[in-house]
């Protein structure tokens, strides 16, 4: 007989975690899933679903403004932040329902409590003290985000964590940070109607995407009346009587309502017990792993953002999928993270899968780069100024197409299709025969002929 409880215990109920957990459970292995907040994680709970939920409250009043030229009168329309938040919160718990449910169905167990580990084959459960014996460990806790930069008041700062259960609109609203997070939510804010102010200590927003890309969206958050404070730090916060205070690099302050810090996200490793079974972490506290999501202890694997590899959902999915079939369905798999189609849900949304023009240089040599940008049809009468950026990068040896770069409406989706080409190693011919779909934004991608630039690598010479 066994001298395990369980053959797998998963440390960490969100995306990778019930995936690992579901999958080997469908090859016949016992299961018990750990979480000590809510089932789904971040993305469930407070990540990509809320946050995509209030990207599309954020929209409509580009809509309602819009209509006009489209012949519409629309009588002054006005947002109810509680019925939002009310709503949001009702379909988050819908979809953990699903997640638990199933969870239960596919036979694993479900622990409300926070684990953590006693050897390489021991979870200890925090709220009975019960000791489990598992064959294998998968940690999968996922990430927090931090309060850096550390100033003085800073705790009057709140992080995405907090922000998705905020009283009140914030009337005024300072957004700390220049990357995903940080972009949609000051679009967020933006278009539900708080005075916003996005602060970031680089000169341009989404640091390593497309230089194109990132002016493109600075333009478009200038245009929005979003207030960049860029080449900026906050030095303190202060709370006032109606209000934060936040004093700026520069010497200036400005009166907020709310201040968010969105300036990154750490593993989830600290009191886990990984240090004590010899687990090893980098230097930004991530588990190490190999090619398998095995850590250097044979029997713990990790999968997800606690991994620091490629921080997005669909990995920690594959990773935990992957884990599953190379454990215990006797398939080894690795996931692949070189080419990782990505979207940022600002307004104008962005969608991006390969290479940056900077990159493709250095990596390709030769590169060919078609761009294009435009106002879109709808623009015409809607009065829009936003102008909707796409551009193409080729490795000109090979006529491959190594990059997809989209600003503008629907580019999310846009870039899932172009990912399939892309993944699939198109070539910049196979774009120019495919036939156009008429009319749509997206035809730009397969009608660009002539390039906007060819570029010799200063590395490839
Ligand atoms: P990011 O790493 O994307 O951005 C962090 C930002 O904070 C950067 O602009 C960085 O500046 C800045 N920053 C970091 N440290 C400091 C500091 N000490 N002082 C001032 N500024 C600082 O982190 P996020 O928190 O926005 O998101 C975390 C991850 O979550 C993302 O990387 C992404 O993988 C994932 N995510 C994905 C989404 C999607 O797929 N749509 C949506 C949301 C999150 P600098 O550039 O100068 O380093």
Known sequence: MSSYDVDLFVIGGGSGGVRAARIAAGYGAKVMVAEEYRVGGTCVIRGCVPKKLMVYASRFSDEFHEAAGFGW??????FDWATLIANKDKEIDRLEGIYRANLEKAGVEIIDSRAVIEDPHTVRLINTGTLVRARYILVAVGAHPTMEPVVPGGELGITSNEVFHLKSLPKRILVIGGGYIAVEFAGVF???GSETTLLHRGDKLLRGFDEDVRDALGDAYARRGINLALSKTVSRLDKQADGI?????????LNVDQVLVAT???????????GKVGVTLDAAGAIVVDAYSQSLIPSIYAVGDVTNRANLTPIAIREGHAFADTVFGDKPTMVDHSLIPTAVFSTPEIGVIGCT???????????????TSFRSMKATLSGSQDRVLMKIIVEKATDKVVGVHVVGEGAGEMIQLAGIAVTMGATKADFDRTVAVHPTAAEELVTMRTPYMVKKAVAAE
């Open 245 to 253: 205070a936040a004093t700026l690099s520069d010497g200036s302050v």
């Open 73 to 78: 009168t629309v009588p002054e329309a006005k």
């Open 190 to 192: 933006a278009g539900l």
């Open 264 to 274: 990154g996200r750490r593993p989830n490793t600290n009191g886990l017990g990984l």
């Open 357 to 371: 023009e900077t990159l493709a240089e250095v990596r390709y040599g030769e590169v060919e780069v078609f761009k």
